[in-house]
């Protein structure tokens, strides 16, 4: 696709449920990261990928959260026994990371646990 | 200290009128700026780049002061659709690593 693309956009799930996020970055793009908003907040940096760098991971929250990106393309958050403060829009972004450095979003995926 | 630090407003400002405000970068080895735009629920969209030497496009000029390590962004005539939030980002070339400033809500007013 022409854009980054996340899916599902809108995740309703139970507390102490799995939930996996996913992300398709760019073609070509070898940088990736997921962040967190909640509700008239800032971004919240959760993790950067960058080619076949170990990626960096100091934002995740605890260690129910992790991600993976395979094969240096689509990437998966998972969040594992949800919380309610685990509620918020999950964005993905990617760019190429030389040169120019901008950053195309994804829409989001909206998570809310009940 | 935050990495980026960014007035967070909100700036409520009249149609017409002119509104700037700035973002400071506590990296001196910060090497690319950019200002995005972030409308309510959504995601946020590049709104332009920040050249050593400034920039302009249309209403929007963009400056980058490295001495003072601030960057800032004008919006001249501004519009009701300019209601936003602003964020400023800045990397270093060295990991390409985006930091984010937590943004700048405007609100332009009739």
């Known amino acids: 696709g022409a854009g980054v693309s996340q899916s599902p956009s809108n995740k309703v799930t139970e507390k102490g449920k799995d939930v996996e996020l996913r992300c398709d970055p760019i073609?070509?793009?070898?940088?990736l990261y997921w962040y967190r908003q909640s509700l008239g907040q800032g971004l919240e940096f959760l993790i950067y990928f960058q080619g076949n760098s170990a990626p960096d991971k100091s934002g995740l929250p605890s260690d129910r959260f992790s991600a993976e990106r395979t094969g240096g393309s689509v990437s998966t958050l998972t969040i594992q026994r949800t919380q309610q403060e685990d509620s918020a829009v999950y964005l993905c972004?990617?760019?190429?990371?030389?040169?120019?450095?901008?950053?195309?979003f994804g829409q989001g995926t909206r998570l809310t646990v009940v | 200290r935050k990495e980026v630090e960014q007035d967070p407003g909100p700036f409520n400002v009249p149609e017409g009128a002119t509104v700037a405000f700035n973002c400071t970068y506590s990296n001196s080895a910060s090497q690319s700026f950019f200002w995005y735009r972030q409308d309510c629920r959504k995601e946020p969209k590049l709104l332009m780049s920040v050249y050593s030497s400034g920039n302009e496009d249309g209403r929007f000029t963009a400056q980058l002061n490295r001495a003072s390590q601030y960057i800032s962004l004008l919006i001249r005539d501004s519009k009701l659709s300019d209601s936003a939030t602003y964020l400023c980002v800045v990397t270093m070339d060295s990991n390409y690593q985006l930091i984010w400033g937590a943004g700048t809500k405007l609100i332009i007013k009739p």
């Open positions: 073609s070509g793009h070898t940088a």
């Open positions: 972004a990617s760019s190429l990371a030389v040169g120019v450095t901008e950053a195309f």
